[in-house]
């Protein structure tokens, strides 16, 4: 598969990876790396119909980043098998619980604790941008519940209190569906399963 364009400049580690239908997502989540692995997504979403696999190993960020993210992950017509190397933390816990599929490396670490926040203006501003990160806030809660099969008020209370998970706790936690065992790893990731209804693809 050859995707040409907006390809035709990434490294070529990053032109191997996609050819296997990888992205990467390493570092804080911010507006320019999350328009990079939407874009990924959507254009491989675009050129077949197996899984995306998302390699996730991150600080956070702003919420809306990831939301933007998570977004994107639900609208392409096929899975988004997520895979978590190294650590997630903050809003990125919610990229890797959006997963249709979750898989952690052995030492993998996960810091639930809420997003970034960085804002200024004035009083008026401040307000409406209060409000907005409360929205967001709230379906951010929201989806991590759905995704662990938590009550909403363990989430809050876990995010506020910074809570630390390993591997092992993430996947007690529904955070995860597995941890790599034997001969497994980012090349030899989860069957793909049926894609979902809606997507970029030429076929949906």
């Known amino acids: 598969m050859n995707l040409g364009g907006p390809w035709d ?19 804080p989540l911010d507006d ?14 675009a050129t077949g119909d197996s899984a995306v696999q998302l390699y996730v190993g991150s600080s956070g960020g702003p919420l809306h980043s990831a939301m933007s993210l998570i977004d994107t992950m639900d609208l392409l017509g096929v899975p988004v098998y997520v895979t978590c190397l190294g650590r997630a ?30 804002v200024s203006g004035n009083a008026s501003q401040l307000a409406a941008w209060a409000e907005q990160h409360r929205v967001e806030l709230e379906r951010f809660v929201k989806r991590l519940a759905q995704a662990t099969g938590r009550p909403a008020e363990h989430l809050e209370a876990d995010l506020s209190l910074g809570r630390w998970l390993s591997a092992e706790d993430a996947l ?26 809606f997507g970029f693809g030429p076929s949906h």
Request: proline share 9%.
């Open 89 to 118: 933390e903050g809003a990125a816990v919610g990229v890797v619980a959006a997963g249709a599929r979750r898989v952690a490396a052995p030492h993998a670490q996960f810091h639930l604790t809420e997003p970034e926040i960085s």
């Open 9 to 27: 400049d990434r490294s070529s580690l990053d032109a191997q990876l996609l050819e296997r239908r990888v992205v990467r997502l390493w570092g």
């Open 32 to 45: 320019s790396s999350v328009a990079r692995a939407c874009a990924e997504m959507m254009a491989l979403d």
């Open 172 to 197: 007690r936690y529904g955070l995860v569906d597995e941890i790599w065992g034997p001969g497994q790893g980012p090349s030899s990731p989860p069957a793909a399963g049926p894609a979902r209804p």
